[in-house]
């Protein structure tokens, strides 16, 4: 099949698993094969956990109520000139007596759920879809575990307010989770149509949050990796309510706004580049940008070949970043100020571009990844750990 009878073949049914790519399926066969003993392993070890969500544990400066997921900001600290007063900011530096176990719990799920659909997609085994769905009706069905469909409180900084547009980026972790229950959506009596509606209605009102809240809207003006997760966010929970105007409109966004206002013409991206953390970040965005152009794209507007009149492009955004992952040293910025002996990861933009760029030595390069790292900030900042629920 060529890319184009592909495109359209996919852009016909929009809001199905999979995700548009040029690869052939030897190569996707390949990679699930190789996926294969990983996957199933940790669904093993997931079996036996049970579903964790916010109301678990009651944040007790939160001033919402048990279902309200809270979190604070990740650089804000005491003031040692007030105590007391309000957090000051030191960017880069993860503050550990923050508030986190909601996120904590949220990654959590994140990490779980989608390695059990993905267990399941491998071996149609119904004890994987079963416990994935638990933890679907966990998170969203059952009034007393849910999350509320809001982020009001994300991201809150002490003394300054209790929540902010940027804590949308919290809910990043679902995106794959998202894409999981699209796949065990033909899992049968495992999950139920009724339950599969029930998350969809989840769905569907956290996105009306996500596209009229002031702390959504706030997040959708953001210019650099914020700005790509929210767009990111959209579109991947419109696709599983089915919503085509809002995936279009992300398509769109990703055109005329991600690309022109953060990528260069050689690929650098230098609202990430600023950052303390320069290499990190600009992995992390470009995850993102990569996981969006795969989903979004459609017959008549293939985000992995756009690029502007003056050659900006994820495609050249990969290019600039590819020599970094490969060889470290070959990292032309500052490095990180922490974690930066820790990267890089199994980088997904490597897998989704090596797709749809027929690019082999970057399925190569992404092969030859750690797939499961154990840093708790690493794990934060990668949001996409299982190919096969996407090719």
């Known amino acids: 099949m060529d890319r184009r009878t592909l495109l ?4 016909l049914a929009p809001f199905t698993a999979g995700a548009v790519s040029a690869a052939s399926e030897p190569d996707r066969e390949a990679i699930r094969q190789r996926e294969r003993p990983r ?9 036996s956990l049970r579903p964790t ?50 996120r904590q719990a949220l990654i959590s799920f994140s990490v779980q759920m989608p390695t059990l659909a993905a267990a399941w997609q491998l071996t149609a085994d119904p004890r994987y879809a079963r416990h994935a769905a638990e933890h679907l009706d966990a998170w969203f069905v059952n009034p007393a575990t849910c999350m509320a469909p809001n982020l009001d409180h994300a991201q809150a900084i002490i003394g ?10 919290d809910t990043l972790h679902l995106v794959e989770v998202a894409q999981a229950a699209l796949v065990l959506q033909r899992a049968g009596s495992a999950y139920p149509a009724a339950q599969g509606a029930a998350v969809r209605q989840w769905f569907a ?6 596209t009229t809240s002031p702390n959504g809207l706030d997040e959708s003006d953001e210019k650099n990796n914020h700005g790509s997760c929210y767009a990111l966010q959209v579109a991947a929970f419109a696709r599983l309510v089915r919503d085509r105007k809002l995936v279009m409109a992300q398509a769109r966004s990703f055109r005329e706004v991600l690309i022109p206002n953060q990528v260069e013409a050689d690929g650098r991206q230098p609202l990430e580049l600023a950052r303390t953390k320069p290499y990190s970040y600009s992995l992390f965005n470009l995850d993102v940008l990569s996981t969006l152009a795969t989903i979004a794209s459609s ?11 003056d050659g900006r492009g994820l495609a050249k955004a990969l290019a600039y970043m590819a ?14 100020v922490e974690f930066f002996d820790k990267l890089p990861v199994r980088q997904v933009s490597l897998l989704f571009g090596g797709l749809a760029l027929g690019r082999s030595d970057y399925l190569k390069l992404w092969q030859g990844l750690d797939a499961d790292p154990e840093t708790p900030e690493i794990i934060r900042n990668f949001p996409i ?7």
């Open 323 to 336: 020599p970094a992952i490969a060889d470290k040293r070959r990292w032309p910025a500052k490095p990180d």
């Open 53 to 102: 969500t916010v109301t678990a544990r009651r944040a007790t400066r939160s001033p919402g109520r048990a279902h309200d997921y809270y979190s604070e900001g990740d650089y804000w600290w005491p003031d040692p000139e007030r105590p007391g007063g309000p957090y000051i900011r030191r960017d880069g530096y993860s503050n550990p007596d923050r508030f986190d176990e909601h």
């Open 8 to 11: 359209t073949a996919l852009a």
């Open 299 to 309: 017959a008549d507007d293939d985000l992995w070949h756009f690029a502007t009149a």
């Open 39 to 47: 996957v199933v392993a940790a669904a093993n070890r997931f079996l």
């Open 160 to 169: 300054v307010n209790t929540g902010r547009g940027i804590g949308v980026i």
């Open 385 to 391: 750990r299982q190919p096969v629920l996407w090719i």
């Open 205 to 210: 009102r956290y996105l009306e949050w996500l």
